[in-house]
Antibody, heavy 125, light 105 residues
């Protein structure tokens, strides 16, 4: 059974660094073809993909947020961590992590088959 | 950057067929995936690789991709299908459409 759970602060002040952790079970990021992504959703708005990390530690980032994001993994803890620097109120959103299918045909056409429940992060002074 | 365009809303009566479109610059070159998101919940994958259903998704959900437009079709719509639906492709990075709110009248 695949599960993912996001954790992190509910409230962050502007200009601070936001650090979110995705703890997962039911699969391993040491397995070829496994990946985990982060996706966010501002209140009442659409989904926005942020970053992805592959089993071999390859990383991809949103072009618009690339300079502010860092994704990493700790395979011994089954965790993926996303850091976002210099946060602003516009970064207020629910942040989801999702297992990403990126193997075979889907290496070039990845999709997200399991999602965490998300964590709401508010950026406010 | 690549943009996916969806209609903001679609309304349909129970028992009828709902069609939600997703237009991209050239969807014919990209594989489209679809997600259902009910209020306050995480998204759920309902169609992957244009037309395949994950296990547990009813056969009433189907997908197609022709030219620049992909379509999610929900047959015999039920009240429980009311949700936001998002299409998604990969263009070196993940790209989501703006979402379509399905209202069951």
């Amino acid at each position: 059974q695949v599960t993912l759970r996001e954790s992190g602060p509910a409230l962050v002040k502007p200009t601070q660094t936001l650090t979110l952790t995705c703890t997962f079970s039911g699969f391993s990021l040491t397995t070829s073809g496994m990946s985990v992504s982060w996706v966010r959703q501002p209140p009442g708005k659409a989904l926005e993909w942020l970053a992805l990390i592959d089993w071999d530690d390859a990383k991809s980032y949103s072009a618009s947020l690339k300079t502010r994001l860092t994704i990493s993994k700790d395979t011994s803890k089954n965790q993926v961590v996303l850091s976002m620097t210099n946060v602003d109120p516009v970064d207020t959103a629910t942040y989801f992590c999702a297992r990403t299918v990126k193997v075979g045909y889907n290496y070039r056409h990845p999709y997200f088959d399991y999602w965490g429940q998300g964590v709401l992060v508010t950026v406010s002074s | 950057s690549y943009v996916l365009t969806q209609p903001p809303s679609v309304s349909v009566a129970p028992g009828q067929t709902a069609r939600i479109t997703c237009w991209g610059d050239n969807n014919g070159g990209k594989t489209v995936h679809w997600y259902q998101q009910k209020t306050g919940q995480a998204p759920v994958l309902v169609i992957y690789d244009d037309r395949d259903r994950p296990s547990g998704i009813p056969e009433r959900f189907s997908g197609s991709n022709s030219g620049s437009t992909a379509t999610l079709t929900i047959s015999r719509v039920e009240a429980g299908d009311e949700a936001d639906y998002y299409c998604q492709v990969w263009d070196s990075r993940g790209v989501f459409g703006g979402g379509t709110k399905l209202t069951v009248l």
